[in-house]
């Protein structure tokens, strides 16, 4: 296991290799050392790919970096992110769409999924969340698929977490829809 000084680093190089990249926008971080038993990552990084650039459909990124149960035998990060949410902002009807899924046998980078439990995907779902209130965004939509029961019951309960409406088409599938009015406008 990495030290608290490796983890921050490893926090402090991705930190300065984000803010030098003019394709990213760092939306929250926390620099806290880890408790041994802690429940939710204390060291964080939540970045985005998404310039607003007048574009009016395009699609995007947020992305979760922790150096925490990220470091290999030589003390570097293994991934640049442990969580991506994938949307698209559609403008002309104020509304963002995200997707939801879950890849057969394993979770994939480009999944939204909590899968170690420490928070990731909720920091980047709340991100996604404020960066559609400063847009301007009326309805968060999307559909939400696993392979899995018990981890389409975690992202189920994630989304009615943050009061999304959750319509369960299919729990035996794993398949549903997710809704958010925002009340921003």
């Known amino acids: ?16 290799l984000i803010e030098d990249n003019p394709h990213y926008t760092i939306l929250a971080s926390m620099n806290k050392p880890m408790a041994d038993d802690a429940t939710r990552v204390t060291q964080y990084i939540v970045y985005t790919d998404f310039k ?22 030589y003390g570097h990060s293994k991934a640049d992110f442990q969580a991506q949410l994938l949307f698209e902002l559609n403008e002309w009807e104020q509304q963002v769409h995200i997707t939801v899924l879950e890849t057969l046998g394993s979770e994939s980078r480009l999944a939204f999924f909590d899968y170690q439990n420490l928070g990731l995907a909720q ?34 309960h994630i989304f009615k977490k943050f009061t999304f409406d959750v319509d369960v088409k299919d729990s035996e599938h794993g398949i549903g829809k997710i809704t958010k009015n925002l009340s921003n406008n």
């Open 123 to 156: 920091l980047a779902l709340q991100s996604l969340i404020n960066l559609s209130n400063k847009l301007g965004v009326k309805t968060i939509t999307g559909n939400i698929s696993s392979f899995d029961k018990e981890k389409f019951a975690k992202i189920v």
């Open 52 to 73: 607003n650039d007048g574009q009016k459909q395009k699609t995007s990124s947020i992305f979760v970096y922790t150096p925490y149960a990220n470091v290999d035998k």
């Open 1 to 16: 296991m990495a030290s608290q000084s490796e983890y921050t680093e490893l926090y402090n190089k991705r930190m300065a």
